[in-house]
């Protein structure tokens, strides 16, 4: 039995379980896919980790995708995207996408200034890549890259909330203001759940990006472009499947925190077999 | 050519780079010794992870120090300690020692009233470790555990000294002050590094309790114990070798910057095929 491609899962990965921010749009925006979610839990973060590093670990996921039969996949992780997705779209022949290039599309269509902001973890600021693709649309923007390194510890602590959070925040964002931005991209995926305290900060006059958003409709575009979007709302057993490489547990907790549905369960692969 | 059991080198291992203050204690104290690090920097840190994968991750360390022909084993991470030294010391021939069994020997001799603080990761506390050892020398002791998950990225981040380091410091060690310890145990290898800041919150009557320290010192005594100290100082090439899984120029910086001696090289290692 064959199945369709039109009904085959969208593969999505993130280094943990930040891109579950990536999901909760994917649902939102396109119900009618299936998805199946790998988050690296045993060798996160990847944000302070080696090009060739991250590369290595993104080409173990992708085959563990692909060997669950995905008909396109999501790279849900920025510090990924930025290093791994143009080397894997050689190795592979089926669609994937990043969410560096939705979010920074986006940014060029918002800003009226040409200063963009971007905060991020060090691998994807240092990577250069948003402010590449900005300035290819918008020659003569100015991008200022901003690495937030304990953003994601204080987001994992509980302290979303926490004048702490606040107090590391005002100095992190303390140059962007300085610069003039008008808008800013929330380049990781942990950090659209301290947008409320960053748009505080900022202020009205700066529009935040957030790239999951802009991905779920990118690939939503992509899947109807190449005909594989999905026609109807899968049934039977749950369209939604989760995968780590570590404790399963503490992943289930925090999935069920932000998405729209809960999980029964998650199953752990050993990834380095891959 | 046979290397003499006395002459080989000292295998040493860590999540990462916090490990490196326990070579350094092992340098100072048991000058003679050569040593061969390991950090697994591309899967640090090991602190969140779940015993399986800590477990995991040290067998292939192990198995690479092995190969290098050490002739004993320090785990120089808590976490590492805590959850895989019973399982290696079953599964290796040769001697393998952890943090927390010298750093808990040491709190015991220490107190005065039976109350002994603990800070270390969340999988460190979780295990409970320290209070059992703890409670096997003094039953009646009363451990307090307080996981610490933001010193680690704080301290890599450069801020040691800063304002919001000593904010966070008070919050995790309120408790600790109220239930009136009188030994703290700095129970990840990242902590010694904000020792002053620690002992300036609690005041001079705890006593801190570097298990770094503590696990040269017994090293010292078990490789005279078992004859394998080494007689002399190595000559020739440098008795120091690193290896690390990823990233090894931020390494280098970090070891310069903490050890005694000036890394020329640290060279990378595909721990995950071990």
């Known amino acids: 039995m064959q199945t369709n491609e039109r009904d085959k899962a969208i593969g999505v990965f993130d280094s943990g379980i930040g891109g579950l921010t990536v999901v909760r749009e ?20 990847y944000g302070s980790k080696s090009k060739d590093t991250v ?26 995207s930025a290093f791994a997705l143009d080397t894997l779209q050689e190795e592979i022949d089926i669609p994937i996408i990043g969410v560096v290039k939705p979010g920074a599309k986006v940014a060029c269509e918002a800003t009226r200034n040409g ?11 240092g990577s250069g890549l948003y402010g590449n693709l900005i300035r290819r649309t918008l020659p003569n923007a100015k991008v200022f890259g901003q690495p937030c390194p304990l953003f994601v510890p204080l987001v994992e602590e509980g302290w979303r909330k926490d004048p702490i959070t606040r107090e590391v925040a005002q100095r992190y964002l303390v140059d962007l203001k300085e610069n003039d931005i008008d808008t800013l991209i929330l380049g990781c995926t942990h950090y659209p759940l301290l947008r409320s305290l960053v748009g505080e900060l900022m202020g009205p006059q700066v529009t935040l990006v957030n790239p999951a958003y802009e991905t779920a409709l990118q690939l939503r575009n992509l ?22 490489s570590d404790a399963v547990e503490s992943f289930k907790d925090f999935a069920n925190s932000i998405l729209p549905i809960d999980i029964a369960r998650a199953q752990k692969v050993d990834i380095e077999s891959y």
Chains 1, 2 share one sequence.
């Open 223 to 244: 899947l109807q472009e190449q005909g594989i979007a999905s026609q109807e709302k899968p049934e039977g057993e749950t369209p939604y499947k989760f995968f780590v």
């Open 26 to 45: 994917i649902m939102r925006n396109i119900p009618n896919e299936r998805i199946i979610y790998f988050g690296d839990t045993a060798r996160l973060p």
């Open 115 to 125: 200063r963009i902001g971007v905060i991020a973890t060090k691998g994807t600021i």
């Open 55 to 80: 590369i290595g670990f993104s080409r173990q996921i992708v085959r563990f995708l692909q060997e669950q039969d995905v008909k396109a996949i999501v790279i849900a992780c920025n510090t990924a």
